[in-house]
């Protein structure tokens, strides 16, 4: 399978986003990938001094006029989209929600953030609103795919929840804010997920404005086999099944685990 992720740099402004968005996804299609992967609220940039009320009315649902969009351009160019956006909750906050689209251009599936950054002076809770979904593998082009958001490779267990319901995919649409060996994290946190899990990593990360960018697609014995510049731009890779196998063979970690040892 062929997959692309995009390193974007958003603005304030949904609907030049949404060209931009556009534009990648038909040379993502132009790359014959499969399946192309935007980052964490792709749909616009958030000041973290915003208030949660602004945040809230820019908003919309899933089946909102701005991801419409996005749906019938995935259609058009008949290839799977997965991208992060800031979806209404019931209580006048915001998911961190990363949508998968297909190829016929209809939601597959949402995965709304579990884990909220408050670390490092920061706090996503105080406008986010975490999700409650269940850890479970989706297929695309016979990949078992898990998705997880941003600041949630720093809990293991997540990645680890997927792999051991079969994923061998794990995609992280991510939003990396900047910071003392803040890059130094993603990088190690990132290949740490796809060698201990032997699957293969794609992370898509915003750059410009509060992010640091590196994106970076990981094979399963975490070794970065495409990775992004300082800018803006997309970058492609192939990714096999029998690479994971034989990774698996030589490296069987997920079959040597001793549950009965664990959590006493």
Not at 37 to 59: D, H, N, Q, T
Not at 129 to 141: A, H, L
Not at 171 to 180: C, E, F, L, N, R
């Amino acid at each position: 399978m062929i997959l692309s992720t995009v390193q974007l740099t958003t603005s304030v402004n949904k609907d030049e986003n949404l060209r931009k968005i556009q534009q990648y996804i038909e040379k993502a299609k132009t790359a014959n990938s499969d399946i192309v992967i935007f980052p964490e609220a792709s749909m616009f940039f958030s000041p973290p001094e915003e208030s949660r009320e602004v945040l809230y009315k820019k908003a919309e649902d899933l089946n909102g006029p701005w991801l419409t969009q996005i749906k019938k351009t995935a259609k058009e160019n008949e290839i799977n989209v997965i991208l992060g956006i800031y979806e209404k909750s019931d209580n006048k906050k915001v998911y961190l929600t990363a949508v998968l689209i297909d190829k016929e251009g209809e939601i597959k599936y949402a995965y709304r953030k579990t884990h909220l950054y408050d670390a490092f002076n920061f706090m996503e809770s105080e406008r986010i609103e975490p999700g409650k979904d269940y850890y479970t593998p989706i297929t695309i082009n016979e990949f078992n795919i898990g998705i997880l958001l941003c600041y949630e490779l720093r809990f293991p267990e997540i990645a680890r929840t997927y792999a051991l319901k079969g994923a061998d995919l794990l995609i992280v649409p991510a939003a990396w804010v900047k910071g003392y060996l803040k890059e130094d994290h993603l990088l190690t946190l990132a290949k740490a997920r796809a060698l201990e899990n032997t699957s293969y990593l794609a992370l898509s990360s915003q750059i410009g404005n509060i992010f640091t960018g590196y994106s970076m697609i990981i094979d399963p014995l975490g070794i970065p086999i495409s990775r992004s510049t300082e800018k803006e731009g997309i970058i492609t890779a192939e990714i096999d099944k029998e690479r994971i196998k034989e990774v698996r063979a030589t490296l069987p970690v997920l079959y040597q685990r001793r549950e009965d040892l664990y959590f006493r």
